[in-house]
């Protein structure tokens, strides 16, 4: 993500001290002073809405400060802002870039977020494409018809977008070879922030299930905050060809993501 979420994320707390040039003083000062959820309240950040994660004792909060958006778990971390979107862009465009030309091409994207990733994902496949989103929060959908969705353009009023509201895991499973691309954005990068049952997604069962989903070469693509080796072995134990990117969440700041595009046997 390249989400304020990122930098405001205890994860990387060394790259959150390099310069950001082009945000606006008192943001540059939120971005590098907040750490949670609760200290956007106390640093200016206005609460203008929330709401319930299914399942979840907790629920998702929306602030704002001046123009930018930003979408944080209570008590927990910062999920995604409007400021930064490079890397949600990128999940989706080194994909579909491969796809484009494939046949009524078909992408699951989970989850929906800001909807940058989908809105990058329509612009690089044809009419013809089909982009299946699926998102866990119902009130977050909401949100994106509403004031949030302008930020990326409305790409839930795409015709060539539907909108499964539930669990991406469920999804998966429902069809065998169904889908060209996988767009996986559902935490932070492999470990669950959302819920704890997402954890199922990143394990040889979950990573087996999405293997399964995709058509023969198809790609399953997710994001990161940062690398894991680990994790690439686990993908590639599946049977995927891994490969590692970084890829930056703004032009102006240092925070290096990364994305593993993971492919099918053709
Ligand atoms: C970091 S945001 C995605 C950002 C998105 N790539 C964008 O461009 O704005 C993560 C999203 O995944 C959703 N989510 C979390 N767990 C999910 C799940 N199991 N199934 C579907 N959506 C989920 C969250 O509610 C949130 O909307």
């Known amino acids: 993500m390249g989400r304020i979420g990122l930098l405001l994320n205890q994860r990387f707390p060394i790259y959150s001290a390099l310069p950001i040039t082009n945000v606006p003083l008192l943001l540059q000062k939120q971005v590098f002073m907040s750490q949670s959820s609760s200290d956007h309240a106390m640093q200016g950040w206005e609460l203008i809405d929330s709401t319930p994660i299914p399942g979840q004792a907790t629920e998702l909060l929306l602030y704002k400060l001046n123009e930018e958006l930003s979408i944080s778990v209570r008590d927990g971390g910062v999920l995604m802002s409007t400021w930064a979107h490079l890397s949600e862009d990128a999940l989706a465009e080194i994909p579909c870039r491969k796809i484009v030309n494939r046949n009524q091409p078909r992408v699951l994207i989970g989850g929906l977020g800001m909807g940058f990733t989908l809105t990058a994902t329509l612009h690089c496949l044809d009419n013809n494409a089909e982009v299946v989103v699926a998102e866990l929060v119902p009130g977050l959908v909401e949100w994106n018809r509403g004031a949030l969705g302008e930020y990326a353009g409305n790409p839930l009023r795409d015709p060539r977008t539907q909108v499964r509201v539930g669990d991406v895991a469920k999804v998966l499973r429902e069809q065998r070879q169904a889908y060209d691309a996988i767009l996986l954005d559902v935490d932070n990068g492999p470990h669950a922030i959302t819920r704890k049952k997402?954890?199922?997604?990143?394990?040889?069962?979950?990573?087996?299930?999405?293997?399964?989903?995709?058509?023969?070469?198809?790609?399953?693509?997710?994001?990161?905050?940062?690398?894991?080796?680990?994790?690439?072995?686990?993908?590639?134990?599946?049977?995927?060809k891994v490969k590692q990117m970084r890829v930056r969440a703004h032009q102006n700041d240092g925070n290096l993501h990364a994305i593993w595009l993971a492919e099918r046997e053709p």
């Open 198 to 240: 997402n954890n199922w997604l990143y394990t040889s069962d979950g990573l087996t299930e999405a293997y399964r989903a995709l058509r023969p070469a198809g790609i399953l693509a997710i994001w990161s905050a940062g690398p894991d080796r680990e994790f690439m072995q686990r993908l590639q134990k599946i049977g995927f």
